[in-house]
């Protein structure tokens, strides 16, 4: 049989070292679709049950593995579906290539049956974003798509129509000008060195500064050692966003965790009274929470230079490589004998991790969801991987389930979409087959892509998908009463039986109801050598409450109470009976 157009675009994925496409497929790629098949001994195609898992699939290999990423969707709505998952690449700077089919070239844009331009569709989430025109403007244009994504670390999209992708790889449809053999699939990864005078600025800052904080991001995932050495030799606290959950472990004697609404009281304390501030690999969204304008002296390290004073204002900008520049810094700054900046913040964090503990030990009934965040948490292999999703669950994730050095976690992000905790823990199983793979999710977010788990069972995933059940949408219910005042509404959901959702996909289930309970369940869930969903039915009224209660959420709160929240007098029990606790 001839060679396709098709054929051309698998080649270059080969060649580019693509060895995992998320997808599904539909008469709009069927061309490509059969050029996989061809070569399926060379890529796995892992056929998802919504175009919208394929995408945070691809978004979740690209996190797990920092390899190019790859989803595929038929023409029309399966393109479509792709949206919400390739935003989530966007915002959260990963290499995800989405391919789609367009219908017959010459009925593109004639009412015909999903005729959907999907490049005009796809302008805003890409990078780069063509249209095929013919079997030898492929391997420019995919050549091109895979480098561009690697190195600017984004979203990129390739459409072709479904006629063009059986057009024969003949060389005589060549323009003039496309040379045959001109491109090929080298990347070379940059890793730039900070600029002599902004390291100079930088040195001098830090050396004066005497409370200093690192908050470290994304960027610095694979730093963990020059945070921690440049931290020791300056005496400064290291506080993390939440996609640099896992830069430092938590039993790091630098870390004070996570900041933000889901963060933690003394790390809320540093960033408050802190005099200086290195911002590394982050460009933490929350505004709020930095320190205030002019109280601390700033550096920020990034990849990106226009990103270089996003969020606070900075006196020293590092563009380059986190690793390298820690390394450059910690090499040329004075070390700081006076300790007691750091000293106050690791009590701190004692006490934080206290009350974390009693937390997450309680017996009551019905049970905290920060028991079964404890007590999986204390189970978590050296090398797990963890794939939250967003909503209450987070908050719990953040605080509840410490990190230890060699573990990876990630949610998303910048976007905070509900839904890629399952097909993000079904990307890094493919990925890392020996490792423990963890979905830790809520129950409004498994719920939306919950047919995905037979994925799992379908290629004998051992995922471990733990959900956290307070048949509610939490986030939303406390962020309409504790932000706005207003009565919680439209939030409540109507129950389901996971455990019998995972036994009807042919994987299987358990349910938590008692922390007594608890550790032995997710024993034995662990234990188990296939998929698993394990139903912790948890109390709905227990709040996902800010490290530090401003006055005015307190008032709110109250204000929603009394305006008609359902459940007010549980709701008010709850908070009462937590603070009571906390303070005796």
Known sequence: MARTASDILVDVLVDWGVDTVFGIPGDGINGIVEALRRRQDDIRFVQVRHEEAAAF??????????????????????????????????????????????????????????????????????????????AAHVANITTLACRTALAHRGVVHITMPVDLQEQAASDDTRAPRNVKGHTNALFAPELPVPSEAETRRAVEILDAGQRIVIMAGQGALKATDQLERLAEKLGAVIVKALLGKAAVPDDSPFTTGQIGLLGTAPSQTALETCDTLLIAGSTFPYIEYYPKPGQARAIQIDLDAARIGLRYPTEAGLVGDCALALDILTQRVKRHDDRSFLETAQAGKADWMKLMEERGTRQDLPMKPQVAAWELG???????????????????????????????????????????????????????????????????????????????????????????????????????????????????????????????????????????????????????????????????????????????????????????????????????????????
């Not at 691809?58 to 998952?85: D, Q, W």
């Not at 219908?103 to 331009?117: A, S």
């Open 57 to 134: 699939a691809a978004c979740g290999y690209a996190k797990f593995t920092g390899k190019l990423g790859v989803c595929i969707a038929t023409s029309g709505p399966g393109g479509l579906h792709l949206l919400n998952g390739l935003y989530d690449a966007k915002l959260d700077h990963q290499p995800v290539l989405a391919i789609t089919g367009l219908q017959y070239h010459d009925l593109i844009g004639t009412h015909t049956q999903q005729d959907v331009e999907l490049d005009k569709v796809f302008q805003d989430v890409s990078l780069f974003n063509q249209r095929i025109m013919g």
């Open 378 to 584: 204390k189970r978590l292999t050296d090398t797990a991987i963890v794939a939250c999703d967003s909503g209450t669950i987070a908050t719990w994730w953040a605080r509840q389930i410490p990190v230890k050095r060699g573990q990876m976690h990630t949610l998303s992000g910048n976007l905070a979409t509900m839904a890629p905790g399952l097909p993000y823990a079904i990307a890094a199983q493919i990925a890392y087959p020996d490792r423990q793979v963890i979905a830790y999710v809520g129950d409004g977010g498994f719920s939306m892509l919950m047919a995905d788990f037979v994925t799992a069972v379908k290629y004998k995933l051992p995922i471990k998908v733990i959900i956290n059940n307070n048949s509610s949408l939490g986030q939303i219910r406390w962020e309409q009463m504790v932000m706005l005042g207003n009565p919680e509404y439209v939030c409540d959901l109507h129950p389901i039986d996971f455990a019998k959702v995972a036994e009807a996909c042919g994987g299987t289930g358990f349910t938590i109801r008692d922390p007594k309970e608890c550790g032995a369940t997710l024993d034995a869930a662990l234990a188990h050598p296939g998929p698993v969903v394990v139903d912790c039915l948890v109390d709905n009224n227990e709040p996902p409450m800010p490290a530090k209660v401003e006055a005015k959420q307190a008032l709110h709160f109250a204000e929603a109470l009394a305006r008609g929240t359902p459940d007010a007098l549980g709701l008010a029990a709850t908070m009462f009976k937590n603070r009571a606790r906390e303070i005796i």
